[in-house]
């Protein structure tokens, strides 16, 4: 297993334009998150799986921000109409669990965006 | 809601010394987990050390330690025998217990940890 993986880790587009990031969790992990980090601050929650059921969303994601984790395995992240605001590193994490406790959040190194 | 404050934006300390990170919490619940994550330059976030708001027993990990102050809210991070390969982001974070919804983590702004040789 080579841990959560992310595709592209760098992605520079122009304001305007959507984007789509991919994340490849560990694999027995039916859990999956999506955070934003931008400059000198902790990651943000943006919203999470359970399988292939999107349980929660965060304030933080507008209705620029789409999310889909088809058949529970991998997830994507678009966003249409970039926004210069948009600019953050993304991350993903994934972990095993069903109800309350679990196990630990697993990140990938995250898709750095550049609105440009 | 709850949030998560890290007072120290950065923490420099000579290596093999000890240094102690400050995390503070806020939260109505009685029920939760914590965490402190390491996130080195370019690297991926990993977890250092877990806690769970239930168990009254400090959590150790090697040279990791916390002081979990349940009534203060309060939850540092003692590090000894300080590493060059220990330097990185510390970020505090918080999950709630609930689980099913509303699982995901908040964390603090993070604290800059350099060691110096």
């Given at each position: 297993?080579?841990?959560?993986?992310?595709?592209?880790?760098?992605?520079?587009?122009?304001?305007?334009?959507?984007?789509?990031?991919?994340?490849?969790?560990?694999?027995?992990?039916?859990?999956?998150?999506?955070?934003?980090?931008?400059?000198?601050?902790?990651?943000?929650?943006?919203?999470?799986?359970?399988?292939?059921?999107?349980?929660?969303?965060?304030?933080?994601?507008?209705?620029?921000?789409?999310?889909?984790?088809?058949?529970?395995?991998?997830?994507?992240?678009?966003?249409?109409?970039?926004?210069?605001?948009?600019?953050?590193?993304?991350?993903?994490?994934?972990s095993l669990g069903t109800g309350p406790g679990g196990t630990e959040a697993f990140f990938g190194q995250g898709?750095?965006?550049?609105?440009? | 809601?709850?949030?998560?404050?890290?007072?120290?934006?950065?923490?420099?300390?000579?290596?093999?010394?000890?240094?102690?990170?400050?995390?503070?919490?806020?939260?109505?619940?009685?029920?939760?987990?914590?965490?402190?994550?390491?996130?080195?330059?370019?690297?991926?976030?990993?977890?250092?050390?877990?806690q769970e708001a239930y168990k009254q027993q400090n959590a150790t990990e090697n040279r990791f330690s916390v002081?979990?102050?349940?009534?203060?809210?309060?939850?540092?991070?003692?590090?000894?025998?300080?590493?060059?390969?220990?330097?990185?982001?510390?970020?505090?974070?918080?999950?709630?217990?609930?689980?099913?919804?509303?699982?995901?983590?908040?964390?603090?702004?993070?604290?800059?940890?350099?060691?110096?040789?």
């Amino acid at each position: 297993d080579t841990g959560v993986s992310q595709d592209p880790r760098h992605k520079i587009t122009k304001r305007g334009q959507n984007v789509t990031f991919r994340c490849d969790p560990i694999s027995e992990h039916n859990r999956l998150y999506w955070y934003r980090q931008t400059l000198g601050q902790g990651p943000e929650f943006l919203t999470y799986f359970q399988n292939e059921a999107q349980l929660e969303k965060s304030r933080l994601l507008s209705d620029r921000f789409s999310a889909e984790r088809p058949k529970g395995s991998f997830s994507t992240l678009e966003i249409q109409r970039t926004e210069q605001g948009d600019s953050a590193m993304y991350l993903c994490a994934s972990s095993l669990g069903t109800g309350p406790g679990g196990t630990e959040a697993f990140f990938g190194q995250g898709t750095r965006l550049t609105v440009v | 809601a709850q949030t998560v404050t890290q007072s120290q934006p950065e923490m420099s300390v000579q290596e093999a010394e000890t240094v102690t990170l400050s995390c503070t919490y806020d939260t109505s619940e009685s029920d939760y987990y914590l965490f402190w994550y390491k996130q080195p330059p370019s690297r991926q976030m990993i977890l250092v050390i877990r806690q769970e708001a239930y168990k009254q027993q400090n959590a150790t990990e090697n040279r990791f330690s916390v002081n979990f102050q349940k009534a203060a809210k309060s939850f540092s991070l003692k590090i000894s025998d300080s590493q060059l390969g220990d330097a990185a982001m510390y970020f505090c974070a918080y999950r709630t217990y609930s689980g099913g919804g509303a699982d995901g983590l908040t964390f603090g702004k993070g604290t800059h940890l350099i060691i110096q040789p």
